[in-house]
């Protein structure tokens, strides 16, 4: 684990464009793609006064915890307990497991339990936080509860009414007087707090998603090329990531129960035309290229095993098709007949 989380250290000092950082679609390598979301961090939610090893160790604290969650859900789902959910088409979620969720996160320092916390929005931001006059009241979630001196601040001179009034903004959320002040013409001072908020909230919702993303990567590398998708699949359906994911990273064609795999797959919603690296654990290299399937072409192709092409559910629900087409073409007869 020490070596996981200080090879990357000097992979995070570089300045890199904010918003590139947060996609990681073209990233193959799994190690990579996590590298890319601290170094995001790094840029946009580790503070500016903090000194350079401070940064570091902040941005060392928070790969720890990647670690951590990634070494519980082994914990919590043995090998066997997901071969076991993933061939017999078992949920895995029931009252003792969420449980066990909740008591996981109590147990974890306050510094890494926030990380789990639903952003929420500053209740108060005003126009200009020097003056601290014209403001908004806001929920949780960002719709204005009231407004206060707008009216004042958008009127353009005594004589002329309001460009935009303080009733008027009750129940819009934030993002939206930001567009209206815009298509109404009223420039936001540029130290506003209401785009800061709107940044600020958007930035603490991606540090969540993305750090349960990447804990679903480490879940990927950690359990290897049969054990690490399949638990990571039932991350992704537990913790509504993208089940893509583990899929894309499953195909090795020693994989005996790889058909069962992607029959689960599909039955949660997968896509047929969703490309696959073929062999991801045996690249030697992190930037080798790596040949990809279809879902679909593994459908055609990948046989259940050496006595039997489809699995045996595969087979029931052909047969259960046989029957009733069968049915339907008898009671069609008989209509006939009558």
Same mark, same amino acid.
Request: glycine share 4%; with cysteine.
């Given at each position: 684990?020490?070596?996981?989380?200080?090879?990357?250290r000097?992979?995070?000092?570089?300045?890199?464009?904010?918003d590139?950082?947060?996609?990681?679609?073209?990233?193959?390598?799994?190690?990579?793609?996590?590298?890319?979301?601290?170094?995001?961090n790094?840029?946009?939610?580790?503070e500016?006064?903090?000194?350079?090893?401070?940064?570091?160790?902040?941005?060392v604290?928070?790969?720890?915890?990647?670690?951590?969650?990634?070494?519980?859900?082994?914990?919590?789902?043995?090998?066997?307990?997901v071969n076991?959910?993933?061939?017999?088409?078992?949920?895995?979620?029931?009252?003792?497991?969420?449980?066990?969720?909740?008591?996981?996160?109590?147990?974890?320092?306050?510094?890494?339990?926030?990380?789990?916390?639903?952003?929420?929005?500053?209740?108060?931001?005003?126009?200009?936080p020097?003056?601290?006059?014209?403001?908004?009241?806001?929920?949780?979630?960002?719709?204005v509860?009231?407004?206060e001196?707008?009216?004042?601040?958008?009127?353009?001179?005594?004589?002329?009414?309001?460009?935009?009034?303080?009733?008027?903004?009750?129940?819009?959320h934030?993002?939206?007087?930001?567009?209206?002040?815009?298509?109404?013409?009223?420039?936001?001072?540029?130290?506003n707090?209401?785009e800061?908020?709107?940044?600020?909230?958007?930035?603490?919702?991606?540090?969540?998603?993305?750090?349960?993303?990447?804990?679903?990567?480490?879940?990927?590398?950690?359990?290897?090329?049969?054990?690490?998708?399949?638990?990571?699949?039932l991350?992704a359906?537990?913790?509504?990531?993208?089940?893509?994911?583990?899929?894309?990273?499953?195909?090795?064609?020693?994989?005996?129960?790889?058909?069962?795999?992607?029959?689960?797959?599909?039955?949660?919603?997968?896509?047929?035309?969703?490309?696959?690296?073929?062999?991801?654990? *045996?690249? /030697?290299?992190?930037?080798?290229?790596?040949?990809?399937?279809s879902? =679909?072409? @593994? $459908?055609? +192709?990948k046989?259940? *095993?050496? /006595?039997?092409?489809?699995?045996?559910?595969?087979?029931?629900?052909? =047969?259960? @098709? $046989?029957? +009733?087409?069968?049915?339907?073409? /008898?009671?069609k007869?008989?209509?006939?007949?009558?």
């Open positions: 684990m020490k070596d996981f989380l200080f090879k990357f000097e992979k995070i000092t570089k300045s890199t464009n904010k590139d950082l947060k996609d990681d679609s073209n990233i193959v390598n799994l190690d990579e793609k996590i590298d890319q979301f601290i170094k995001w790094k840029e946009c939610m580790v500016n006064n903090n000194s350079d090893i401070e940064k570091y160790y902040l941005c604290k928070l790969k720890s915890l990647i670690e951590k969650i990634a070494i519980w859900y082994e914990l919590r789902y043995s090998d066997y307990e076991r959910l993933i061939d017999y088409n078992k949920e895995a979620y029931d009252d003792w497991n969420s449980i066990n969720m909740r008591l996981f996160i109590k147990s974890l320092p306050i510094e890494d339990r926030i990380y789990f916390s639903n952003p929420k929005y500053r209740d108060i931001v005003y126009l200009e020097k003056h601290r006059s014209a403001h908004l009241h806001l929920t949780d979630d960002g719709f509860e009231s407004a001196d707008i009216s004042n601040y958008t009127m353009l001179n005594v004589f002329t009414k309001p460009v935009i009034k303080d009733e008027e903004l009750t129940g819009m934030l993002k939206e007087v930001v567009e209206l002040f815009k298509n109404r013409g009223i420039s936001l001072p540029e130290n707090e209401l800061q908020a709107i940044e600020e909230f958007d930035n603490l919702s991606y540090q969540r998603e993305g750090m349960l993303n990447c804990a679903m990567y480490r879940i990927i590398e950690r359990g290897g090329r049969r054990m690490g998708p399949r638990r990571a699949f991350f359906k537990e913790f509504n990531r993208n089940k893509d994911i583990p899929m894309k990273y499953a195909v090795d064609y020693s994989d005996a129960g790889l058909r069962t795999f992607i029959n689960e797959y599909l039955k949660s919603g997968g896509v047929k035309d969703l490309e696959c690296y073929i062999d991801y654990f *045996s690249s /030697k290299n992190k930037n080798d290229s790596l040949d990809t399937i879902i =679909q072409e @593994l $459908i055609i +192709t046989n259940h *095993s050496a /006595k039997s092409f489809y699995t045996p559910e595969e087979d029931e629900l052909h =047969q259960r @098709l $046989i029957n +009733t087409l069968s049915n339907h073409a /008898k009671v007869q008989l209509t006939k007949k009558n």
